[in-house]
Protein backbone atom coordinates (compact mmCIF):
# COMPACT_ATOMS: atom_id res chain seq x y z
CA UNK A 1 0.00 0.00 0.00
CA UNK A 2 1.32 3.60 -0.99
CA UNK A 3 2.53 5.47 2.04
CA UNK A 4 0.22 8.33 2.28
CA UNK A 5 2.06 10.01 5.34
CA UNK A 6 3.92 12.41 3.75
CA UNK A 7 0.82 13.85 1.38
CA UNK A 8 -1.44 14.08 4.79
CA UNK A 9 1.42 16.19 6.95
CA UNK A 10 1.92 18.61 3.90
CA UNK A 11 -2.14 19.09 3.62
CA UNK A 12 -2.58 19.66 7.68
CA UNK A 13 0.68 22.06 7.48
CA UNK A 14 -0.95 23.89 4.84
CA UNK A 15 -3.77 24.49 6.53
CA UNK A 16 -6.60 25.88 4.64
CA UNK A 17 -8.36 22.66 4.84
CA UNK A 18 -11.75 22.43 2.74
CA UNK A 19 -14.67 22.74 4.59
CA UNK A 20 -17.38 21.17 2.40
CA UNK A 21 -15.98 18.70 -0.58
CA UNK A 22 -18.10 17.25 -3.12
CA UNK A 23 -17.16 14.03 -5.14
CA UNK A 24 -19.34 13.24 -8.33
CA UNK A 25 -18.02 9.40 -8.11
CA UNK A 26 -17.69 8.47 -12.37
CA UNK A 27 -16.67 5.93 -14.18
CA UNK A 28 -17.56 2.30 -12.82
CA UNK A 29 -19.46 1.11 -15.98
CA UNK A 30 -16.20 2.19 -17.78
CA UNK A 31 -14.02 0.49 -15.12
CA UNK A 32 -16.09 -2.85 -15.19
CA UNK A 33 -16.32 -2.94 -18.75
CA UNK A 34 -12.41 -2.41 -18.97
CA UNK A 35 -11.86 -5.87 -17.00
CA UNK A 36 -14.08 -7.23 -18.63
CA UNK A 37 -17.17 -7.20 -16.22
CA UNK A 38 -20.37 -6.51 -16.24
CA UNK A 39 -20.73 -2.69 -15.88
CA UNK A 40 -22.73 -3.52 -12.01
CA UNK A 41 -19.42 -5.15 -11.02
CA UNK A 42 -17.99 -1.31 -10.90
CA UNK A 43 -20.36 -0.13 -8.57
CA UNK A 44 -19.99 -2.85 -5.96
CA UNK A 45 -15.77 -2.15 -6.46
CA UNK A 46 -17.09 1.48 -6.19
CA UNK A 47 -17.83 0.90 -2.67
CA UNK A 48 -14.05 0.73 -1.01
CA UNK A 49 -13.31 3.67 -2.71
CA UNK A 50 -16.30 5.30 -1.11
CA UNK A 51 -15.20 4.26 2.29
CA UNK A 52 -11.92 4.94 1.50
CA UNK A 53 -12.88 8.95 0.50
CA UNK A 54 -15.28 8.81 3.56
CA UNK A 55 -12.09 8.16 5.82
CA UNK A 56 -9.54 10.31 4.46
CA UNK A 57 -12.19 13.51 4.95
CA UNK A 58 -12.72 12.35 7.98
CA UNK A 59 -8.98 11.66 8.78
CA UNK A 60 -8.37 15.22 7.29
CA UNK A 61 -11.33 17.41 9.65
CA UNK A 62 -13.54 17.73 6.57
CA UNK A 63 -16.75 19.24 7.97
CA UNK A 64 -19.10 17.97 5.02
CA UNK A 65 -18.92 15.62 2.65
CA UNK A 66 -21.46 14.98 -0.40
CA UNK A 67 -21.25 11.74 -2.45
CA UNK A 68 -23.21 12.19 -5.62
CA UNK A 69 -24.74 8.18 -5.20
CA UNK A 70 -27.17 8.15 -7.48
CA UNK A 71 -28.44 11.41 -9.70
CA UNK A 72 -32.55 12.15 -10.96
CA UNK A 73 -31.51 11.20 -14.91
CA UNK A 74 -29.82 7.40 -13.43
CA UNK A 75 -33.47 6.72 -13.20
CA UNK A 76 -33.45 6.41 -16.80
CA UNK A 77 -30.85 3.21 -16.75
CA UNK A 78 -31.74 -0.34 -17.27
CA UNK A 79 -33.97 -1.50 -14.82
CA UNK A 80 -31.61 -3.90 -14.00
CA UNK A 81 -28.57 -1.86 -13.34
CA UNK A 82 -31.33 0.63 -11.28
CA UNK A 83 -32.27 -2.35 -8.84
CA UNK A 84 -28.51 -3.53 -8.61
CA UNK A 85 -27.86 0.33 -7.24
CA UNK A 86 -30.90 0.27 -4.80
CA UNK A 87 -29.78 -3.49 -3.54
CA UNK A 88 -26.05 -1.97 -3.23
CA UNK A 89 -27.53 1.06 -1.53
CA UNK A 90 -29.57 -0.89 1.37
CA UNK A 91 -26.56 -3.68 1.63
CA UNK A 92 -23.87 -0.96 1.81
CA UNK A 93 -25.63 1.19 4.75
CA UNK A 94 -26.85 -1.78 6.83
CA UNK A 95 -22.59 -2.93 6.73
CA UNK A 96 -21.29 0.54 7.01
CA UNK A 97 -23.00 1.99 9.66
CA UNK A 98 -21.09 0.87 12.86
CA UNK A 99 -17.96 2.07 11.06
CA UNK A 100 -20.11 5.68 10.69
CA UNK A 101 -20.69 5.57 14.47
CA UNK A 102 -17.29 4.76 15.32
CA UNK A 103 -16.32 7.66 13.20
CA UNK A 104 -18.80 9.57 14.55
CA UNK A 105 -19.98 10.29 11.17
CA UNK A 106 -23.62 12.05 10.69
CA UNK A 107 -25.40 11.11 7.23
CA UNK A 108 -28.08 13.41 6.18
CA UNK A 109 -29.78 12.39 2.49
CA UNK A 110 -30.27 15.24 -0.37
CA UNK A 111 -32.56 14.09 -3.08
CA UNK A 112 -35.86 12.93 -3.82
CA UNK A 113 -35.59 10.39 -1.05
CA UNK A 114 -39.43 9.65 -1.48
CA UNK A 115 -38.99 8.19 -4.72
CA UNK A 116 -36.93 5.68 -3.69
CA UNK A 117 -38.08 1.96 -2.90
CA UNK A 118 -39.37 0.95 0.23
CA UNK A 119 -36.14 -0.98 1.46
CA UNK A 120 -33.92 1.51 0.44
CA UNK A 121 -35.60 4.12 1.57
CA UNK A 122 -35.89 2.32 5.05
CA UNK A 123 -32.01 2.06 5.41
CA UNK A 124 -31.61 5.60 4.87
CA UNK A 125 -34.34 6.54 7.26
CA UNK A 126 -32.41 3.66 9.71
CA UNK A 127 -28.73 5.44 9.05
CA UNK A 128 -29.94 8.97 9.75
CA UNK A 129 -31.56 8.24 13.05
CA UNK A 130 -28.77 5.87 13.83
CA UNK A 131 -26.25 8.58 13.54
CA UNK A 132 -28.33 11.96 14.03
CA UNK A 133 -26.54 12.60 17.29
CA UNK A 134 -22.94 12.22 15.87
CA UNK A 135 -20.70 15.42 16.02
CA UNK A 136 -18.19 15.14 13.67
CA UNK A 137 -18.46 15.13 9.75
CA UNK A 138 -21.92 14.89 8.30
CA UNK A 139 -22.10 13.12 5.05
CA UNK A 140 -24.50 14.10 2.69
CA UNK A 141 -25.51 11.03 0.41
CA UNK A 142 -27.00 12.88 -2.91
CA UNK A 143 -29.38 10.43 -3.83
CA UNK A 144 -32.40 10.42 -6.56
CA UNK A 145 -30.86 14.05 -6.71
CA UNK A 146 -31.31 16.95 -9.18
CA UNK A 147 -29.46 20.42 -8.92
CA UNK A 148 -32.47 22.03 -10.71
CA UNK A 149 -34.79 20.14 -8.68
CA UNK A 150 -33.72 21.45 -5.23
CA UNK A 151 -33.66 24.84 -6.76
CA UNK A 152 -37.31 24.69 -7.99
CA UNK A 153 -38.58 23.26 -5.54
CA UNK A 154 -36.49 25.53 -2.87
CA UNK A 155 -38.55 28.46 -5.36
CA UNK A 156 -41.83 26.66 -4.50
CA UNK A 157 -41.42 26.47 -0.96
CA UNK A 158 -40.62 30.41 -1.01
CA UNK A 159 -44.11 31.07 -3.53
CA UNK A 160 -45.98 29.24 -0.81
CA UNK A 161 -44.98 31.04 2.10
CA UNK A 162 -46.15 33.81 0.53
CA UNK A 163 -42.87 35.57 -0.71
CA UNK A 164 -43.64 38.15 -3.95
CA UNK A 165 -39.43 38.36 -3.81
CA UNK A 166 -36.74 36.65 -2.57
CA UNK A 167 -32.87 37.09 -2.10
CA UNK A 168 -29.99 34.80 -1.79
CA UNK A 169 -30.68 33.76 1.95
CA UNK A 170 -34.26 32.94 1.27
CA UNK A 171 -33.19 30.46 -0.99
CA UNK A 172 -30.16 29.22 0.68
CA UNK A 173 -32.50 28.57 3.60
CA UNK A 174 -34.75 26.11 1.54
CA UNK A 175 -31.98 23.70 0.31
CA UNK A 176 -31.92 20.24 0.91
CA UNK A 177 -29.32 20.68 3.80
CA UNK A 178 -29.43 24.78 4.62
CA UNK A 179 -26.42 24.54 7.25
CA UNK A 180 -23.51 23.33 4.92
CA UNK A 181 -21.30 25.66 3.12
CA UNK A 182 -21.15 25.90 -0.21
CA UNK A 183 -18.61 23.18 -1.26
CA UNK A 184 -15.12 24.73 -1.83
CA UNK A 185 -14.15 21.80 -4.03
CA UNK A 186 -15.95 19.14 -6.49
CA UNK A 187 -13.97 16.42 -7.39
CA UNK A 188 -15.30 13.82 -10.30
CA UNK A 189 -13.70 11.04 -11.40
CA UNK A 190 -13.57 9.75 -14.71
CA UNK A 191 -12.46 12.42 -16.90
CA UNK A 192 -15.27 13.79 -17.90
CA UNK A 193 -15.67 18.02 -17.83
CA UNK A 194 -19.00 18.73 -16.57
CA UNK A 195 -21.03 18.98 -13.64
CA UNK A 196 -23.95 16.82 -14.28
CA UNK A 197 -26.82 18.88 -12.92
CA UNK A 198 -24.99 18.41 -9.14
CA UNK A 199 -25.28 21.33 -6.61
CA UNK A 200 -25.77 23.87 -9.13
CA UNK A 201 -26.76 26.34 -6.68
CA UNK A 202 -23.74 25.54 -4.50
CA UNK A 203 -20.95 25.24 -6.81
CA UNK A 204 -21.45 28.76 -8.01
CA UNK A 205 -17.40 29.55 -6.83
CA UNK A 206 -16.54 26.01 -6.18
CA UNK A 207 -13.10 25.06 -7.50
CA UNK A 208 -12.96 21.65 -9.72
CA UNK A 209 -11.05 18.65 -10.24
CA UNK A 210 -11.03 16.17 -12.71
CA UNK A 211 -9.36 12.94 -12.39
CA UNK A 212 -9.13 10.21 -15.43
CA UNK A 213 -8.95 7.86 -12.85
CA UNK A 214 -12.77 5.99 -12.58
CA UNK A 215 -13.97 5.81 -9.15
CA UNK A 216 -13.29 1.82 -8.43
CA UNK A 217 -9.82 2.93 -8.66
CA UNK A 218 -9.74 6.03 -6.64
CA UNK A 219 -8.10 5.42 -2.86
CA UNK A 220 -6.87 8.13 -0.06
CA UNK A 221 -3.92 9.34 -2.09
CA UNK A 222 -5.91 10.35 -4.86
CA UNK A 223 -8.44 12.67 -2.12
CA UNK A 224 -4.77 13.71 -0.74
CA UNK A 225 -3.57 14.94 -4.28
CA UNK A 226 -6.99 16.98 -4.92
CA UNK A 227 -6.86 18.47 -1.78
CA UNK A 228 -3.54 19.59 -2.40
CA UNK A 229 -4.28 20.67 -5.91
CA UNK A 230 -7.13 22.79 -3.76
CA UNK A 231 -4.21 23.99 -2.04
CA UNK A 232 -2.23 25.31 -4.79
CA UNK A 233 -5.41 27.63 -6.11
CA UNK A 234 -5.86 31.10 -6.12
CA UNK A 235 -9.40 31.65 -5.12
CA UNK A 236 -10.17 35.46 -6.53
CA UNK A 237 -13.94 35.80 -6.18
CA UNK A 238 -13.77 38.07 -8.75
CA UNK A 239 -10.98 40.05 -7.54
CA UNK A 240 -7.64 40.78 -8.62
CA UNK A 241 -4.56 38.87 -7.45
CA UNK A 242 -2.34 41.69 -6.42
CA UNK A 243 -5.81 42.01 -4.26
CA UNK A 244 -5.79 38.33 -2.92
CA UNK A 245 -1.99 38.82 -2.07
CA UNK A 246 -2.57 41.84 -0.12
CA UNK A 247 -0.37 44.24 -1.79
CA UNK A 248 -2.62 46.39 -3.74
CA UNK A 249 -1.73 49.29 -2.04
CA UNK A 250 -1.86 51.91 -4.56
C1 LIG B 1 -21.09 6.33 -11.76
O1 LIG B 1 -20.52 5.46 -12.67
C2 LIG B 1 -22.14 5.66 -10.91
C3 LIG B 1 -23.50 6.16 -11.12
C4 LIG B 1 -23.83 7.08 -11.96
C5 LIG B 1 -24.57 5.54 -10.35
P1 LIG B 1 -21.18 5.18 -14.06
O2 LIG B 1 -22.09 4.01 -13.93
O3 LIG B 1 -21.80 6.40 -14.63
O4 LIG B 1 -19.93 4.76 -14.94
P2 LIG B 1 -19.63 5.19 -16.45
O5 LIG B 1 -19.61 6.68 -16.48
O6 LIG B 1 -20.74 4.62 -17.28
O7 LIG B 1 -18.30 4.59 -16.73
C1 LIG C 1 -23.22 11.52 -12.51
O1 LIG C 1 -22.71 10.49 -13.29
C2 LIG C 1 -24.11 10.94 -11.44
C3 LIG C 1 -23.43 10.16 -10.40
C4 LIG C 1 -22.15 9.99 -10.28
C5 LIG C 1 -24.29 9.54 -9.42
P1 LIG C 1 -23.40 10.13 -14.69
O2 LIG C 1 -22.59 9.05 -15.30
O3 LIG C 1 -24.84 9.84 -14.50
O4 LIG C 1 -23.24 11.49 -15.48
P2 LIG C 1 -23.41 11.81 -17.04
O5 LIG C 1 -24.77 11.33 -17.42
O6 LIG C 1 -22.34 11.09 -17.79
O7 LIG C 1 -23.26 13.28 -17.13
MG1 LIG D 1 -21.04 7.93 -15.72
Redesign the pocket.
Known amino acids: MQDTGGKFKEIVQNGNIPSHIA???????RWARKQGMERVSGHFEGVNSARDTIEACVDLGVRYLT?????K??WN?PEFEVNCLMSLLVETIYKEISSLMEKNVRVFPIGEIGQLPEKARKSLEDVVGKTSSNTGMTLML?IS?SGREEILRAVNMLIDSGKKSVCEEDLRSCLYNPDAPDPELMI?T?G?M?????LIWQCAYTELYVTQKF?PEFRKEDIFDAVLNYQSRERRFGKTSEQIKGDDLV
Open positions: VIMDGNGLYVFSENRAYRGDRVSNFW
